[in-house]
């Protein structure tokens, strides 16, 4: 699915026009005639709900009510009223309304479905994605219809694990924008936009029972939304994939399940699935250990036209995730679920103790010392990390200074506001110059709120975006196997109910993830859920990484980062060939081979150098 969004403007049949030219595109018209929806989508895809003269699409997996939603449409006196149509629905989409000459455009909460949008010739345009209103904004300025990309938007990519919020939300397409989250865009009819804040995340307050309840009756629906045709389903055995296998076989789903075999004879993932396909009598099972499939971090699987907003998050098991969707599109399915968003939500983040120690300073002391001994964490860190009162503006403002430091090692408490992101050692001084210029800048400048002001929310929100933001890109970059993949743990209503939990109550000793746990009782045998082991993949990156280190050496020899002056390849040759000990050591090579691929593939503008916004060839 693909699609651009227009004003209800006089000047919309315009900015359509070159939209259009292809036989397969789409067109939905607001109530004037202009062009309101312009795209590709399989009808299962679009719900158009109509109340007179306005119009609301739901673009995605949902189940919608229509009376009730036309009814709503109908009695709304403004934009704002629609808040709570999309709070009702369950699933994961994108809501579009075309009302009274305005257009309101919004995707979800953790950007697995979002809205970007640009200036198109003095109108503001919104899409799913950045490229083409790159494009778009280019061939309306008479200019070069290639795209242009911003050079430190790259640089910053280079961040390990990932750039800090609010920069992780920025495209690397130059003049295009991200709709921030928890807002919505709304079009003017004179081609003005406005982004409103809709949703804020709730207050952590309900006790377990009550927020596992509402996890569970999320659960349900959400992945219900997607079960109207065949599905499949990763099996690991862990908890949080396992459970949505089962949740699709209670909404009565024609279930596919997949399991690959862990390369560690010590991970028990595959006992625990084949524990759990037992009780899916129903499902198809298929359990993969082929040891030719691809492996983590191989080149030639990253380099594609497939995936055009930028570097993929995940680029190390792209190959690997092509395999399993070929496997599962035989047995007929078009949507695949994977667990991605149950470890953000129900496991335990450091910082939780950091949010603990101020709502419960004695009590809470027995829980910092276990949490303590069990992660080995030195006692000066731990403290340090715990009184530490900055600001989340000072925060950020002090990671530009932290870029070339050693990454943090296991035994530190890391209870800041979120991950401390460092420049491999590779980067090269522009790229950490620009990098830092960019957090100074944001932080001094922009003054960014974080989106809880409790460290806790505010990273578990936070990660939820980097998951959603990984899966969007996930599923377009392999969008021409035919099967979606979809995160059910990642939709907007599990969200906002796993976020209601009180930060005490995801900290209980001995119960792992003991919110879902709760929440799933019943529909996932008890069997499974007394599992406490959780599968490590440690061995998964460094077979890939051995099988796979000439080629990585090859890249060295002609790099397209290097040529943007942002890696040295010299010394990424000399990490390659160095001794890793650590999976954790590995981590910095993704997210530069996520940025090298890229500009290798076709998706990256025609000459990646001469393409960059404000250099010329």
Same mark, same amino acid.
């Given at each position: 699915?693909?699609?651009?969004?227009?004003?209800?403007?006089?000047?919309?049949?315009?900015?359509?026009?070159?939209?259009?030219?292809?036989?397969?595109?789409?067109?939905?018209?607001?109530?004037?005639?202009?062009?309101?929806?312009?795209?590709?989508?399989?009808?299962?895809?679009?719900?158009?709900?109509?109340?007179?003269?306005?119009?609301?699409?739901?673009?995605?997996?949902?189940?919608?009510?229509?009376?009730?939603?036309?009814?709503?449409?109908?009695?709304?006196?403004?934009?704002?009223?629609?808040?709570?149509?999309?709070?009702?629905?369950?699933?994961?989409?994108?809501?579009?309304?075309?009302?009274?000459?305005?257009?309101?455009?919004?995707?979800?909460?953790?950007?697995?479905?979002?809205?970007?949008?640009?200036?198109?010739?003095?109108?503001?345009?919104?899409?799913?994605?950045?490229?083409?209103?790159?494009?778009?904004?280019?061939?309306?300025?008479?200019?070069?219809?290639?795209?242009?990309?911003?050079?430190?938007?790259?640089?910053?990519?280079?961040?390990?694990?990932?750039?800090?919020?609010?920069?992780?939300?920025?495209?690397?397409?130059?003049?295009?924008?991200?709709?921030?989250?928890?807002?919505?865009?709304?079009?003017?009819?004179?081609?003005?936009?406005?982004?409103?804040?809709?949703?804020?995340?709730?207050? @952590?307050?309900? !006790?377990?029972?009550?927020?596992? &309840?509402?996890?569970? /009756? #999320?659960?349900?629906?959400?992945? =219900? +939304? %997607?079960?109207?045709?065949?599905?499949?389903?990763?099996?690991?055995?862990?908890?949080?994939?396992?459970?949505?296998?089962?949740?699709?076989?209670?909404?009565?789903?024609?279930?596919?399940?997949?399991?690959?075999? @862990?390369?560690? !004879?010590?991970?028990?993932?595959? &006992?625990?699935?084949? /524990? #759990?396909?037992?009780?899916?009598? =129903? +499902? %198809?099972?298929?359990?993969?250990?082929?040891?030719?499939?691809?492996?983590?971090?191989?080149?030639?699987?990253?380099?594609?036209?497939?995936?055009?907003?930028?570097?993929?998050?995940?680029?190390?098991?792209?190959?690997?995730?092509?395999?399993?969707?070929?496997?599962?599109?035989?047995?007929?399915?078009?949507?695949?679920?994977?667990?991605?968003?149950?470890?953000?939500?129900?496991?335990?983040?450091?910082?939780?103790?950091?949010?603990?120690?101020?709502?419960?300073?004695?009590?809470?002391?027995?829980?910092?010392?276990?949490?303590?001994?069990?992660?080995?964490?030195?006692?000066?860190?731990?403290?340090?990390?715990?009184?530490?009162?900055?600001?989340?503006?000072?925060?950020?403002?002090?990671?530009?200074?932290?870029?070339?430091?050693?990454?943090?090692?296991?035994?530190?408490?890391?209870?800041?506001?979120?991950?401390?992101?460092?420049?491999?050692?590779?980067?090269?001084?522009?790229?950490?110059?620009?990098?830092?210029?960019?957090?100074?800048?944001?932080?001094?400048?922009?003054?960014?709120?974080?989106?809880?002001?409790?460290?806790?929310?505010?990273?578990?929100?936070?990660?939820?975006?980097?998951?959603?933001?990984?899966?969007?890109?996930?599923?377009?970059?392999?969008?021409?196997?035919?099967?979606?993949?979809?995160?059910?743990?990642?939709?907007?209503?599990?969200?906002?109910?796993?976020?209601?939990?009180?930060?005490?109550?995801?900290?209980?000793?001995?119960?792992?993830?003991?919110?879902?746990?709760?929440?799933?009782?019943?529909?996932?045998?008890?069997?499974?859920?007394?599992?406490?082991?959780?599968?490590?993949?440690?061995?998964?990156?460094?077979?890939?990484?051995?099988?796979?280190?000439?080629?990585?050496?090859?890249?060295?020899?002609?790099?397209?980062?290097?040529?943007?002056?942002?890696?040295?390849?010299?010394?990424?040759?000399?990490?390659?060939?160095?001794?890793?000990?650590?999976?954790?050591?590995?981590?910095?090579?993704?997210?530069?081979?996520?940025?090298?691929?890229?500009?290798?593939?076709?998706?990256?503008?025609?000459?990646?150098?001469?393409?960059?916004?404000?250099?010329?060839?």
């Amino acid at each position: 699915m693909e699609f651009v969004v227009l004003p209800d403007s006089p000047a919309a049949p315009a900015v359509a026009e070159p939209l259009t030219r292809a036989a397969d595109v789409r067109v939905v018209h607001h109530a004037s005639g202009r062009p309101w929806l312009v795209g590709r989508w399989a009808d299962e895809e679009l719900t158009l709900v109509s109340a007179g003269a306005r119009r609301l699409a739901v673009l995605g997996r949902s189940t919608v009510d229509r009376h009730r939603t036309e009814r709503a449409l109908a009695q709304a006196r403004s934009l704002s009223r629609l808040d709570d149509v999309a709070r009702s629905l369950p699933g994961c989409f994108h809501l579009v309304a075309s009302f009274d000459g305005w257009t309101r455009a919004q995707g979800s909460l953790s950007t697995a479905r979002q809205i970007f949008h640009a200036d198109v010739g003095g109108v503001t345009v919104a899409a799913d994605g950045p490229r083409r209103l790159a494009q778009l904004a280019g061939t309306r300025r008479g200019g070069d219809a290639t795209p242009a990309v911003d050079r430190d938007m790259l640089a910053l990519r280079l961040l390990a694990p990932a750039p800090p919020w609010p920069l992780s939300l920025r495209p690397v397409w130059s003049g295009v924008s991200a709709l921030g989250v928890g807002h919505r865009l709304e079009l003017g009819p004179d081609g003005s936009a406005r982004e409103v804040r809709w949703w804020r995340p709730p207050e @952590p307050d309900a !006790p377990t029972e009550q927020a596992a &309840e509402r996890v569970r /009756r #999320a659960l349900l629906a959400c992945v =219900g +939304a %997607r079960t109207a045709a065949t599905v499949s389903a990763d099996l690991s055995g862990g908890l949080d994939s396992t459970s949505l296998c089962f949740l699709a076989d209670a909404a009565g789903a024609d279930l596919v399940t997949h399991h690959w075999t @862990p390369a560690d !004879p010590a991970n028990d993932d595959t &006992e625990w699935a084949a /524990r #759990a396909a037992h009780h899916l009598p =129903g +499902a %198809r099972h298929h359990v993969g250990a082929d040891h030719s499939a691809p492996s983590w971090y191989e080149t030639t699987a990253t380099v594609d036209s497939g995936h055009e907003e930028g570097p993929l998050p995940w680029a190390r098991t792209r190959g690997h995730t092509r395999r399993l969707l070929s496997t599962v599109a035989a047995d007929g399915s078009r949507c695949h679920l994977v667990g991605v968003g149950g470890d953000e939500l129900f496991g335990v983040l450091p910082t939780a103790l950091w949010s603990l120690v101020r709502s419960h300073p004695l009590g809470s002391l027995p829980r910092i010392h276990r949490f303590r001994v069990l992660n080995r964490w030195t006692l000066t860190s731990t403290v340090r990390g715990l009184a530490d009162s900055a600001s989340f503006t000072a925060w950020l403002r002090s990671t530009a200074d932290r870029l070339t430091e050693p990454a943090p090692g296991p035994g530190d408490a890391l209870l800041g506001w979120g991950w401390e992101p460092r420049l491999p050692p590779w980067a090269t001084a522009a790229a950490v110059d620009a990098v830092r210029r960019l957090l100074r800048e944001t932080a001094e400048q922009e003054h960014p709120a974080p989106h809880h002001r409790d460290r806790a929310q505010h990273q578990m929100l936070d990660i939820v975006v980097q998951s959603g933001s990984a899966m969007r890109q996930l599923d377009a970059a392999l969008g021409d196997m035919g099967v979606a993949c979809e995160a059910p743990f990642l939709d907007d209503r599990v969200v906002e109910a796993a976020l209601s939990v009180r930060i005490a109550d995801r900290l209980v000793s001995g119960d792992f993830k003991p919110v879902l746990r709760r929440a799933v009782r019943g529909i996932v045998p008890d069997e499974i859920l007394a599992r406490r082991s959780k599968g490590e993949f440690s061995a998964e990156a460094f077979q890939g990484m051995r099988r796979n280190r000439a080629d990585l050496l090859d890249l060295c020899d002609d790099l397209q980062l290097s040529r943007l002056g942002l890696v040295d390849p010299d010394a990424l040759r000399t990490s390659l060939l160095g001794l890793k000990t650590q999976s954790r050591q590995l981590v910095p090579y993704e997210n530069t081979l996520a940025c090298e691929s890229w500009l290798r593939s076709a998706a990256a503008p025609a000459s990646g150098v001469a393409a960059l916004a404000g250099e010329t060839p």
